[in-house]
Each structure stands twice: as structure tokens, then as C-alpha cells.
């Protein structure tokens, strides 16, 4: 199963790399969990300072930007 987090503090870029990362993972297939991580003190746990992140099992896969499902779907595969 993989674990997909979505760091941000809930602003339109980070629903919409939810609502992103939801559909390719839908699409692949796969089980998955999604983990929404809102606490500014957490996501600069995560060692970022720009948001939204997408990580994927531990592994920041993009920050700052709002990957399309496609590209999404690469990073889960």
C-alpha cells in the first residue's frame, strides 16, 4: 500500500494536488492512503519550506507545484 501525503495548510493548490493525487492513483490501480499534514511545525518537520508537497512513502516527490495525474502516476509506479 502506498502512503501519499499532501503537506499544506489547506489552500486550493494543496485540495487540488489531493484531488490529483487521488485520480492517478485511482487510475494505477493501487492501494493507497492519503495522509493530509496541515501543522506548519510538521511539514517543516518534513524539511520543506514551500508547500504544497507531495510525499510518497516518506520520499518528497514535488514541492511547490501541482504535477497534472499523469505526471503523478509516474511517481507512484
Given at each position: 500500500m502506498k502512503?501519499?501525503?499532501?503537506?499544506?495548510?489547506?489552500?486550493?493548490?494543496?485540495?487540488?494536488?489531493?484531488?490529483?493525487?487521488?485520480?492517478?492513483?485511482?487510475?494505477?490501480?493501487?492501494?493507497?492512503?492519503?495522509?493530509?499534514?496541515?501543522?506548519?511545525?510538521?511539514?517543516?518537520?518534513?524539511?520543506?519550506?514551500?508547500?504544497?508537497?507531495?510525499v510518497v512513502?516518506?520520499?518528497?516527490?514535488?514541492?511547490?507545484?501541482v504535477p497534472?495525474?499523469?505526471?503523478?502516476?509516474?511517481?507512484?509506479?
Amino acid at each position: 500500500m502506498k502512503k501519499i501525503q499532501i503537506l499544506g495548510t489547506g489552500c486550493p493548490k494543496c485540495k487540488k494536488l489531493t484531488e490529483n493525487a487521488e485520480q492517478a492513483a485511482k487510475e494505477l490501480g493501487i492501494e493507497y492512503t492519503i495522509e493530509k499534514v496541515t501543522q506548519i511545525n510538521d511539514i517543516m518537520k518534513m524539511g520543506v519550506m514551500m508547500t504544497p508537497v507531495l510525499v510518497v512513502d516518506g520520499e518528497v516527490k514535488v514541492i511547490g507545484k501541482v504535477p497534472p495525474a499523469e505526471q503523478i502516476k509516474k511517481m507512484l509506479g
